[in-house]
């Protein structure tokens, strides 16, 4: 079996976890690949994220061999066969171990800020990971999650060596694993894409799954449990009909919410964007409601020239702002688009209709130059925002801020570079678009 990247394996892991919902359920990824299939799982299953801080104890000489773990609540895991086959000296084996508590003392810091972890007594706990390899980071995570009070264990991966369940032994009550191929080298090499998870995109899946809990843990106020109100706040799963095909989405609405903000992903990305989704959680926590969507089906994605077709991609943001328009819940509020790379040039583009009607416009590292003729004709506040060290881009925008007739705006954020991965600059975006909807959806 191969996985695209970690998104499709977690999409494909929870199809066989399905069982698990409706159970007083907790989903822990380990860091930082293994979060990103957990987020999946947690979101299809309706159940709360968390982490579950365990750092694998690397051969010095070959680090990615895992001679060990340690984790929270003390839990330490040596693997003598490995420590004996490899000749690692006892001092050595305390030098990295010593060390990899530093970084796990600091992860939890990072990840977690000041909150506690999540409640596990009592509870099913779904230990989830990219892979399996040595065992030894899985069976640490079992043993944190026993340690802490789980009533019972599930342990669910994606792919690992056809003797997994004997690594794990009875650590777990009950283990799935979609794949155990052999030969198996490496967790990777059943990936298409297994770049190294950042801390932000780690950080991203979870406060979008503790804002979705939040809305959809906040009890009804007064007149707002009707059919009418379609029970809001919430935070849910939608399927937008588009000229023959269903988008899929995730719509959140907070208590109060003056307006919806629509994203339009840029090429190559999806609504499962970890950038989108961190700014999304941001502008839900000001109180902001959010729509991230699919602008293509995974058919017509395929088709690299309907990635770039601004026009459809326009006509798709139009066609789920009328959906948004038709709902219950949505029907009277204002509405904006945070566009991304070439999802910019479609948001442009969508709210340069005549019958546009959009509050306001944030674009971030995009291209607003594909909007080409249809600039001037904008009407909604528009606010461009750049990286610093983004050169290209940033010519293109001030070029494109030229053409603008509409009030407007261009922030370039320092030291940021095209996806804003360096450290405090999409949080600055986050504020930027925070601040710019704020004012003109109220």
């Not at 155990?180 to 991203?204: H, K, N, W």
């Not at 328009?325 to 029907?331: D, I, S, W």
Request: hydrophobic share 45%.
């Amino acid at each position: 079996m191969y996985f695209t990247d970690r998104i499709e394996a977690g999409r494909r892991l929870a199809a066989r976890l399905h069982h698990l919902k409706g159970e007083d359920l907790v989903v822990v990824g380990l860091p930082r690949g293994g979060v990103v299939v957990a987020a999946q799982v947690a979101e299809a299953l309706g159940a709360p994220l968390d982490v579950c801080l365990v750092r694998k104890l690397g051969v010095p000489f070959q680090p990615e061999l895992a001679m060990g773990a340690i984790g929270e609540e003390g839990v330490r895991v040596i693997n003598d066969k490995v420590v004996r086959a490899t000749g690692v000296t006892d001092r050595a084996l305390a030098a990295v171990e010593e060390h990899e508590r530093g970084v796990l003392e600091q992860r939890a810091r990072r990840y977690r800020g000041g909150r506690q972890p999540a409640r596990y007594e009592g509870r099913t706990v779904l230990v989830v990971d990219d892979g399996l390899a040595t065992g030894s980071t899985a069976l640490a995570a079992c043993r944190i999650a026993r340690a802490r009070g789980a009533s019972r264990i599930v342990l669910a991966i994606p792919v690992a060596p056809h003797d997994w369940a004997a690594r794990i032994g009875g650590e777990a009550d009950e283990g799935v694993c979609l794949d155990t191929p052999q030969p198996f080298y490496a967790i990777g090499e059943f990936y298409a894409d297994f770049g190294q998870t950042s801390d932000e995109e780690v950080i991203a899946c979870l406060e979008h799954n503790r804002a979705a809990h939040a809305m959809s843990d906040a009890p009804p106020g007064a007149g707002e449990a009707s059919p009418e109100r379609d029970s809001a706040p919430y935070d849910r799963a939608v399927r937008i009909p588009a000229a023959g095909a269903e988008l899929d989405g995730r719509l959140t609405v907070p208590r109060g919410a003056p307006g919806v903000v629509l994203f339009a992903h840029g090429s190559g990305s999806s609504r499962k964007s970890p950038r989108n989704r961190s700014v999304a959680t941001g502008l839900n926590r000001a109180g902001l409601g959010t729509l991230l969507f699919d602008l293509l089906t995974e058919a017509e994605a395929v088709n690299r020239d309907n990635v770039f077709d601004t026009a459809l991609l326009a006509r798709r943001l139009t066609r789920a702002t009328a959906w948004l328009r038709e709902q219950p819940g949505t029907q009277d509020m204002a509405f904006g688009y945070f566009g991304a790379s070439t999802g910019a040039a479609a948001a442009l583009w969508a709210a340069a209709e005549p019958d546009a009607d959009i509050a306001a416009v944030v674009s971030r590292g995009g291209r607003p130059d594909l909007a080409g003729p249809r600039l001037p004709e904008v009407k909604a506040p528009t606010l461009l925002v750049v990286g610093g060290r983004d050169h290209v881009v940033l010519d293109l925008n001030r070029q494109a801020a030229a053409r603008l007739n509409c009030e407007h705006q261009l922030a370039v954020v320092p030291g940021a570079t095209h996806l804003f991965e360096e450290p405090g600059t999409l949080e600055s975006v986050t504020e930027l678009a925070t601040d710019w909807f704020g004012r003109h959806l109220a």
